[in-house]
Structures are given as structure tokens and as C-alpha cells.
């Protein structure tokens, strides 16, 4: 009776594990991105985010216009702009500490403007406040504080 109660409560413990993982890896996606649709058209969004960005001296150093890239090549998509967003002061917390330079790789900070097949301009971006609470310390910090100056930047075109 008692193997069989263990062998029970083991099989149910693993089953359990399966379940989280599957609720996990269904979640990451939604977790991990955010999507808003935009309340202009593709080039207004792409400019009031740029202008914004100024105004909160934040630099745009580069929009790469995706789909001209890909266009040579054969693909005719729809527009599609991965605009970069840097505020230099926050740049400079992170590249100041050899700790926190594991999330260069996530600079300057991106956010993606595109139109969908049905016509609606979507921005979307990382959601570096949740990936910034697994770093802790400067880097913890830094992002947080950077992930709500971008939202602010974004606001003045979502939804």
C-alpha cells in the first residue's frame, strides 16, 4: 500500500511539472513581447515615436526599414520599421559595470512598428521589465527605469 501511495504521489508530482512547463511555454510569447496597435498610420507612428523620443532625450540613432531589405530578395511584404531607441545616461549605467554588460546585446533599446495584412499599424516591443527582474542589481534598475520612459514614448501612439 505504501509503494503504491509513493509511486502515486510521484507520478502525480511529475505530471505536475509537465503541466507548468506546458502553461510556460504557452505563456512565454504573451509574457515576453507586448503588442499595441497604433492610433496613426505607419509613417505618423514611426515619426511621433521618433519626435517623442527627441523630446525625452532619448536618441534614435537608426530605423531599419525591414521590408526594403528583404524586398531584393524577392519578398514583397508589408512595412515594416525596427526604430532604436537610446537614452545615453542609461546606456551609460550598464556599460559602466562589467556585471551588466551581459544585456548589451539587448541595446539600444528596439521597438518595431508594422502594418498587418488587414491594415492595422501594430508597435511592439520586448518586455525588458519582466526579463530585467532575472538580472537584478544595475541592470534590474537601469531597465526598469527604461522600460517606463519608453512606454511614455509609446503612449502617444497606442491604443
Known amino acids: 500500500m505504501t509503494k503504491r501511495f ?12 509537465a ?3 506546458l502553461t510556460a511555454f504557452s505563456a512565454a510569447p504573451k509574457l515576453m513581447i507586448a503588442e499595441d496597435e497604433s492610433l496613426f498610420d505607419f509613417e505618423e507612428t514611426v515619426e511621433l515615436i521618433r519626435n517623442t523620443a527627441a ?3 532619448w536618441k534614435v540613432p537608426t530605423v531599419h526599414m525591414i521590408h526594403e531589405a ?10 515594416v520599421a525596427v526604430l532604436e531607441l537610446c537614452q545615453p545616461h542609461h546606456a551609460g549605467k550598464i556599460l559602466a559595470e562589467d556585471r551588466a554588460k551581459v544585456v548589451t546585446s539587448m541595446m539600444p533599446c528596439r521597438v518595431a512598428v508594422y502594418e ?3 491594415g492595422r499599424v501594430i508597435v511592439s516591443r ?4 519582466l526579463m530585467a ?8 534598475s537601469v531597465m526598469a527605469e527604461a522600460t517606463q520612459e519608453n512606454e511614455a514614448i509609446l503612449k502617444s501612439v497606442i491604443r
Open 126 to 129: 520586448m518586455n525588458t521589465s
Open 55 to 57: 523630446e525625452q532625450n
Open 70 to 79: 528583404v524586398s531584393p530578395y524577392g519578398y514583397e511584404v508589408d512595412r
Open 116 to 118: 498587418t495584412a488587414d
Open 19 to 21: 503541466a507548468m512547463m
Open 133 to 140: 527582474q532575472a538580472f537584478g542589481g544595475t541592470v534590474a
Open 6 to 17: 509513493i509511486m502515486t504521489g510521484i507520478g502525480g508530482f511529475l505530471v505536475g511539472i
